[in-house]
């Protein structure tokens, strides 16, 4: 039929149509001329008589299948040789279903996850793309197993085991499990998640439904369906950079962060577990509103604390579950399916359980546990019955340091590096390349771009988070390194941008080499990075040598280098980077003498020579004491200059005030303890004019402290009335935080400062009022230590507390009481050492009590005791006694030890019978009175109390003692009867 | 859908009537859903063996998701829409089904009793749908009315109102296209 024809057949046929049918023939005999035609017209008249009037009333009916099926098309069907049984759900991304494939005698089943169809977008996709590489490289036996991925029809799926379980939660209620069962299941889930970690994947969306336990008590892990990949390489293959808005997690398992829609890390998921685990062991939610709207959630568990979960318990309330059941929860019901009485489960769940579930689920993540990984070790430990690591919420006890000048804050690092990196793509680069090479340009810079992005949204908190035993944490870092490094080739010969380049590596650096979660950073890394920085300085100096401020900045990359060499010990290379630190900026600071920043640099550079030379705290140092001291000196003169260009600068003023405060220290160390007080004095006079005017917290709390340091070094030097005036200085500036309830430190900070205060004052020769304070003093400590056992300064504090009473009851004759004062110490102290066999200054101090209780042992005649006591001492002072440099409570202990060695034998002398047995006696008794004299020749300019506060009674002493024994084996001994 | 979807769809129709193109990419899928979610919602209320008129999905549809004052250009468009959507269901289910069923050349060609069953003879609606494309070249008003009519259960008069043309035109040319269907499908 040709399409022409067709207007005409239709006319045809609408004149025959109407007309009774007998009538059509002779019609068309007229009409159609045409043969063909007319053929046509009768054939579909036929047809019109054939097919009847029942298309009139045509509605097109179907069976049900169609629309059941065409509203999911692939039940039924085959994906891969899997045919799709039933659809288990339906994702943000995708849908899945459950299906089988008959194999020889079984029917496996599986799970398929199928991307919808309509999300044709590319974004999608390559999302769809990314779980699957997440799931492919998942290999655990607690994780859903991946078996197969495929496409079909252009969609991309991927088959996984069909797992059939109850959610965790309901599985431990129904067989009613101990918590230690729940937390052995619990550790199982861990596993699961450090795995993935450390395969670079956080889950997001960890919760009870995602959980199934199987028939054979198995936890499976399910619905990495937001999981995030951390795998740089993975990210920047995606394309549209979101920043993380993920809707479908469940508010109540979500992590402040998530929340928030702040960048996720590995301690997001360590947040849900403390959720999850929170719900197994008390039945509750962490987080309690009244109102059941989900702001009011929202702002609970970003604002509010948990209550302890030994406390939650005892709460009565309702929840709606999943199903839309309301539950009731009473003490009685939830300790029904776990421990049974409410007492057992409040028992079981009081102190370690409380404590590591309050640190899973701090707000802040930097608080929290820092990887699955620690808590699961926090949980084994209390399981095994050893000391957990979570602690109540305190303050970091504080030690008798000052504040550092240049402390790196880990958040202000990162946001350094990356909006350096960002600056970098800032910075007009393409102005800089050639026109030909814009191609290549623009790559990079995309590549950079995305980099830079990723690395500000997702890698931020994950480089800071994740433990150093991660590889991913090295891998971002690399990352961040690689693309610095080969910036750093095609960067060659551009000024600027090696600038760019050489303030990037240092703050790379300087995030590589930050200690945090109590790890000590990764300082080869940190050491690589500052040599690359110094590198290039140094290029940039020879090509453009007038450059003041690149002097600068390469100066300043030898105090980090520096700084970084200190900690890992190489002080050799500390100092000659220092002193290459202190070479370019000497001349530099005379040139410009009025630019603060050189002399601020200038400053820094004595200062780190002078630390590395005497020390700076506790960290490793020359013992170079004399050569500290010059420049510290000549750090506060340059402070001073600074200061007098900018007199009302209070961190030029603070400047002047630390340095004097550091000569002070200096001095004390040598001995040369009057001195010392001029200066900390000088001090303290700044800082009091700068608390006067302004509120930081920080100079109010260093305050209290240079008094307290002010007393010690009277204290040590005997000016008891002077010691007492500045401790009540500090006593009474403590006393407003050390009386607040809440805050564990002050209180033990304001109790020790009342400590030092007694024993002045019974030094001074009021032994009732002194006892009184240190009585008080203690109390307060040990109220303290029975409420955190386990917190280890504070348990520090007591010891000293208790040897300082006890020399005041030894003072007074009481030496039962005393012995029971020393041998509490030597208690705490050995359980302190026993768990961190590291703390050498536990260990030390540990030597001196030992030494006190030989002393006392000694008094009251027991010999023999007294001997083994002063060998175990002796052992540990020893060593650190003659370390370099060596410890200066050491040299104490250890001539005090040998001291009281002498005296032993001198009382076994006493009792001698014979003759010739008393004068052995005598010569070793001189022995070790000669060793003990060595010992105090060592230290410089000894006081009457060693720097922990232990009483000794100096070389005059000991002097006195050797004469002693001279001239008792001057006398003529007579001749020795046979023994 | 709800509301918002009428809405939605109202005003996508009636900026389509204004000429948007772009209207009708936007409606298509609102539609679509729409008549699906309906289907279902219906079949799960019978039981699944359960035969089911597509004309009163399509009305309901189209009471759900247009408002009801609106133009009858509007309502045109409507129905237009939809009865090519439940064409695009029933075809591409058939084609599904199809592709996994093997050898059904044993299957009678008839319009029987107006019931195309998919369930016996998938084959129908895809002759059907092909017939009607080959219609369209020649005649695409007739392919309009079969639309209409078939998918879409629309009257006579519906269907002249909804095509500006005459209730006597559209039985004609609805005789004829009947006809020629049913020839063409035989063949």
């Known amino acids: 039929m040709k399409a022409e024809n067709w207007e005409q057949i239709r006319q045809a046929f609408h004149a025959a149509i109407d007309l009774p049918p007998e009538k059509r023939g002779p019609y068309l005999d007229q009409a159609c001329p045409d043969a063909a035609l007319r053929q046509e017209v009768e054939s579909l008249l036929n047809a019109h008589r054939e097919a009847g009037d029942r298309l009139d009333n045509a509605s097109l009916k179907a069976t049900a299948d169609v629309f059941l099926d065409s509203s999911d098309p692939w039940i039924g069907t085959f994906i891969g040789p899997y045919q799709v049984i039933a659809s288990i759900g339906k994702g943000g991304m995708g849908a899945v279903y459950r299906a089988v494939r008959v194999e020889q005698q079984y029917v496996k089943q599986v799970a398929i996850k199928l991307l919808r169809p309509g999300l044709g977008d590319d974004s999608y996709q390559r999302r769809f793309m990314n779980e699957r590489q997440i799931m492919a490289s998942l290999d655990h036996p607690n994780i859903a197993r991946l078996l197969d991925i495929g496409t079909i029809k252009g969609l991309p799926y991927y088959v996984m085991e069909y797992i059939e379980g109850e959610h965790i939660d309901d599985y431990c209620d129904h067989r009613r499990l101990t918590t230690r069962a729940r937390l052995a299941l619990f550790l199982q889930v861990c596993s699961a998640v450090q795995y993935a970690h450390q395969h670079l994947v956080v889950h997001r969306d960890l919760k009870p439904q995602n959980i199934l336990i199987t028939s054979e008590g198995a936890p499976k892990l399910l619905d990495f369906g937001i999981a995030k990949p951390l795998d740089p390489e993975i990210f920047l293959q995606t394309t549209a950079l979101t920043v993380a808005n993920m809707k479908p997690m469940t508010p109540e398992f979500a992590s402040p962060e998530q929340i928030r829609g702040e960048p996720i890390t590995v301690s997001s998921d360590v947040y849900s577990l403390g959720v999850l685990l929170y719900r197994l062991l008390t039945g509750h939610s962490p987080h309690y509103t009244e109102s059941k709207q989900l702001h009011d959630l929202v702002r609970v568990i970003s604002e509010s604390e948990p209550v302890r979960p030994s406390l939650v318990i005892d709460r009565v309330t309702e929840e709606t579950d999943g199903e839309g059941r309301l539950i009731q929860l009473s003490p009685e019901g939830v300790s029904q399916v776990r421990e049974g009485q409410v007492d057992s489960l409040r028992h079981r769940l009081k102190g370690d359980l409380d404590n590591i579930l309050l640190k899973a689920l701090r707000k802040e ?8 990984e620690q808590l699961a070790e926090d949980i084994h430990r209390h399981l095994d019955g050893r000391p957990v690591t979570a602690r109540k919420d305190t303050i970091r006890y504080r030690t008798m340091k000052f504040a550092q000048r240049h402390k790196t804050g880990v958040a202000a690092a990162v946001l350094a590096v990356l909006s350096l990196i960002a ?25 950079v771009r995305h980099l830079t992005n990723a690395l500000i949204f997702d890698m931020e908190g994950a480089i800071s988070e994740l433990p150093k035993s991660t590889a991913a944490r090295k891998l971002l870092l690399d990352n961040a390194l690689k693309y610095l490094d080969s910036l750093a080739q ?309 010891g000293l507390l208790y040897v300082w009473r006890g020399q005041i009851l030894t003072r007074s004759g009481n030496l039962d009481s005393a012995l029971a004062d020393y041998r509490r110490t030597a208690s705490i102290f050995g359980k302190i050492v026993a768990s961190d ?60 030890a040998y001291s009281g060695m002498g005296n032993t034998f001198l009382s076994q002398a006493a009792k001698s019978r014979t003759s010739g047995n008393r004068a052995k006696q005598w010569i070793e008794a001189r022995d070790w009175f000669q060793k003990s004299f060595a010992e105090w020749k060592q230290i410089r300019n000894p006081g009457v109390m060693s720097p922990g506060g232990f009483d000794t009674a100096g070389p005059s002493f000991v002097s006195q003692k050797i004469a002693d024994c001279d001239a008792n084996l001057k006398e003529p001994v007579p001749a020795q009867p046979a023994e | 859908m709800g509301a918002q979807g009428a809405m939605g769809v109202t005003r996508l129709l009636a900026q389509w009537a204004e000429g948007d193109r772009q209207a009708m990419e936007e409606l298509l899928p609102l539609v679509y859903d729409e008549l699906r979610r309906l289907a279902r919602s219906y079949l799960q209320r019978e039981n699944p063996g359960h035969t089911l008129q597509s004309t009163a999905l399509v009305h309901e549809a189209y009471l759900r998701l247009v408002d009801q004052d609106v133009s009858w250009q509007s309502r045109a468009h409507f129905f237009g829409i939809a009865a090519q959507m439940m064409r695009r269901i029933l075809v591409d289910h058939a084609r599904a089904k199809h592709a996994e069923k093997r050898g059904d050349g044993a299957c009678r060609v008839t319009l029987d009793e107006g019931l195309l069953s998919t369930e016996s003879c998938d084959v129908n609606v895809l002759a059907l749908d092909r017939a009607l494309t080959r219609l369209a070249e020649f005649d695409r008003q007739q392919s309009q009315i079969v639309e209409l009519r078939f998918f879409a259960g629309l009257s006579i008069e519906d269907t002249a109102e909804i095509l500006k043309i005459s209730p006597a035109t559209v039985k004609r040319d609805w005789a004829m296209a009947k006809a020629w269907l049913h020839r063409e499908m035989q063949a």
Do not use: C
Not at chain 1, 365 to 372: A, L
Not at chain 1, 427 to 437: G, L, N
Not at chain 1, 849 to 867: E, V, Y
């Open chain 1, 365 to 372: 993540p930097e608080r929290r546990y820092g990887s699955v």
């Open chain 1, 490 to 798: 095609e960067s060659k010969g551009n000024v600027e941008l090696q600038r760019e380049l050489a303030s990037a590596y240092k703050k790379l650096g300087d995030v590589q080499g930050y200690p945090f979660q109590g790890n000590v950073g990764d300082s080869a890394a940190a050491l690589a990075s500052y040599r690359k920085v110094v590198q290039i300085r140094e290029t940039l100096i020879t090509e453009d040598s007038d450059d003041k401020d690149d002097r600068h900045a390469l100066a300043e990359g030898y105090r980090a280098l520096g700084q970084m060499q200190i900690t890992t010990g190489d002080l050799s290379g500390a100092l000659s980077s220092a002193n290459k630190a202190l070479s370019i900026m000497k001349p530099l600071a005379d040139a410009y003498p009025g630019e603060f920043k050189m002399l601020d640099e200038l400053e820094n550079a004595y200062e780190l020579v002078g630390d590395i030379q005497g020390g700076n705290g506790a960290s490793a140092n020359l013992g170079d004491l004399p050569g500290a001291l010059a420049n510290h000196t000549k750090a506060l003169e340059v402070a001073q200059q600074a200061l007098r260009l900018f007199p009302d600068d209070p961190s030029a003023q603070r400047a002047v005030a630390i340095y004097e405060l550091k000569i002070g220290e200096d001095q004390v160390e040598q001995g040369e303890r009057s001195l010392g007080v001029e200066n900390y004095r000088k001090g303290l006079e700044i800082y009091q004019a700068l608390a006067a005017k302004s509120d930081n917290p920080r100079i109010a709390r260093d305050l209290p402290l240079i008094y307290t340091r002010i007393g010690n070094a009277y204290l040590i030097e005997g000016k008891f009335k002077e010691a007492v005036e500045n401790y009540r200085s500090a006593f009474e500036l403590q006393e407003k935080t050390g009386t607040e309830a809440g805050n564990a430190l002050a209180r033990v900070d304001f109790a020790t400062t009342e400590a030092l205060m007694g024993q002045a004052i019974a030094e001074a020769g009021d032994r009732t009022g002194g006892l009184t304070q240190l009585n008080r003093a203690i109390n307060t400590i040990e109220h303290e230590a029975a409420l955190d056992p386990l917190h280890v300064e504070i348990n520090r504090a007591l």
């Open chain 1, 423 to 447: 600056g970098i793509v800032a910075t007009s680069w393409q102005a800089h390349i050639a026109k030909v090479e814009r191609a290549k340009a623009e790559r990079r810079f995309n590549d």
């Open chain 1, 837 to 896: 066999p590291q703390d050498t200054d536990t260990a030390i101090n540990l030597a001196a009590a030992n030494t006190k209780i030989a002393d006392t042992l000694l008094s009251m005649g027991d010999l023999i005791a007294a001997l083994d006591a002063y060998r175990k001492a002796i052992a540990v002072a020893e060593i650190h006694a003659h370390s370099v440099p060596p410890n200066v409570q050491s040299q104490y202990t250890l001539a005090d």
